[in-house]
């Protein structure tokens, strides 16, 4: 293949990375078979970018009929494992776009009048032909995104639990709610649904992803359009269809297919939410675009996840959990194990042991062999570009490569070494930028205090998590970290009934949980005036949210107030207490209130005190005196 070969012909002058950096082992592979066949030349591989653009797409676009310019028109998903185009789908144009968004827009009151039993009924059915269909969902998902074919039906199958979750709990929060009622009047609150939202999503889950906002967003009546990335677009294909096979109608929910600019577009039109998930550089020009609409918008972005083993842990058990959390699904996740700090006694023990464990994940070029673990980069040339830079980047400041380092040499795909760095520091860009690959770092520390220190110096606040037998280090990681999640013994896990949130960089707003339901509807409040005699509305009524009186809170108030502090007793206070009165010296004039309260237009006539700017006072006169008079004595000496 054209662009294959080109990596070939560059790595030929490459120079191996052991010889570089003085590796503490390189050739210690045995299932891996990967890691003596590694290349370091990064320079050789930016310039091989250079010449195609660094956009596959258009490298194979070149040799069609219609040259660069299919690439306007059309996708072409390339297998990452393969580099062979799967197919061409057309994308969305500005045109189309516009119609989508009015089917969408014209159809929504019908959409959100639809009854909870009809959707939850859709969304069922849905569920059932994801598990039916999972052997073909799963081979496409392989062929587009080199997801190993046992992870992508891991995937497709955990969204069982996800969608039964927001089946049993949507109609409770979107249910109309009386919060009192009393003989004079009734506060109610209903929710609505937002309207038609638009979901753009990214391709490292793409199930998970897009589901997370595509079935709660229609259960609570919201029309949809979903943008997938254009490296899961075929997946997103395929959730369409199950979806109207599944009886959801057209109108409610829509693809649509392109890149960056199609998706610009869609921000452009008068959409109600925005729901994203992706990089952090692409949520910030998403909020840019946004900016002074006050359109809801989420984003979950990047991450930087750390964890901690302490010298407590299992060690065994801690390297096992921890090199899976890193290196699953390649390393491309978002709450995938990128930084790992170690306590210094236990530091050699562990690395060799993660070392270890990460050599009995399978590599392989067939992503479609039920025991592949690694599969190749989804995002090929540019992936592999920004992996080199950051490793390289830490080699040079002082890393040492334990495992790994580069692409796989005579490769058909976009495959990487899988890769341990040690040795690493704060100041290297591989500890500061998203990884988002099969590479993971270890920096030794020398306790909780300075662990805790260093997993929260980034910009982001995705996961932090703790290896520890001692709970109380573990309270403390807990405790202190500034993350959406913290993990106890775990790590790279998301649950569908906790919100999935980041802090800082890593985004905002949150998906599953509760407040992955409730950030599809927005709140009306009513509220109801008796236009009759009292019980107009019937018998009183208060909702839970009403606090009763609480015993325990008056008696720590009147125990409290015996201690120290004296309370004012508002109900029974005389108003001089609490409003002392202010004294105003004004003036009467004639015709006016005797009391001298109010002037005719209501407002006291009020002269008040102020001294006269220009008026020339004793204290004046005596200071110009004495400025007289030391002028006088200067003149007498001189
Ligand atoms: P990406 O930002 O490149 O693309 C995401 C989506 O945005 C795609 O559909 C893409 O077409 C679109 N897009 C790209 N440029 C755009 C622009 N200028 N305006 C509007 N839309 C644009 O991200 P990706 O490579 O698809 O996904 C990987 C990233 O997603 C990683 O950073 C990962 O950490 C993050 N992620 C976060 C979570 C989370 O829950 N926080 C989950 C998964 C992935």
Known sequence: MYQISRIGRLTKNARSVSSMIGSRSTNTSNTTLVNNKIKNETHSIRQYANVTGGNIMSSTFSKTPMGIFADQLFLQPINPATNQPITDLKI????????????AYLYKEQWKNTSAIDKKIMITKFRDLLVERVDKLASDLTDESGKPITQARNEILAVVERINFFLHNFEDIVADKVIRTTD???????????GVIANISAWNYPFFISLNVIIPALLTGNCVLFKP???????????MALLYEAGVPEPAFQIVLGKSIISQSLLNLPIDGVFFTGSNATGKKISETLVGRMVKTQLELGGKDAVYVHKSADIYKAAASVADGAMYNTGQGCCSVERIYVDKEIYDKFTQELVNVVKTFKFSFDPKNPKTYFGPLTRGVAQIEHLQKLIGNALKRGAILELGGNVVEDAPGYFFAPTVLSNVHENMDIQKEEIFGPVVTIQPVSGVEEAVAQMNNTAFGLTNAVYAQDSKVANFVIQKSNTGTVYWNACDRVSPYLPWSGRNQSGIGSTLGVEGIRNFVKPKAIHLISPGPAQFFGESYASEIIPPTNPDLESLVAQKASQSIQYTDIDNAAPTELFPPVEIDFQVEDGHDEDGLLSESGMPDIEEDHPDPNEITDDDMSILEDIKNQL???????
């Open 184 to 194: 004079k009047f009734k506060e109610l609150l209903v929710q609505e649904p937002l």
């Open 229 to 239: 990335s254009e490296f899961s677009s075929i997946t997103g294909l395929n959730i």
């Open 632 to 638: 006088d004595s200067n003149k007498k000496n001189e």
């Open 92 to 103: 969305d144009t500005k045109i189309t776009l516009q119609q989508k968004y009015e089917k």
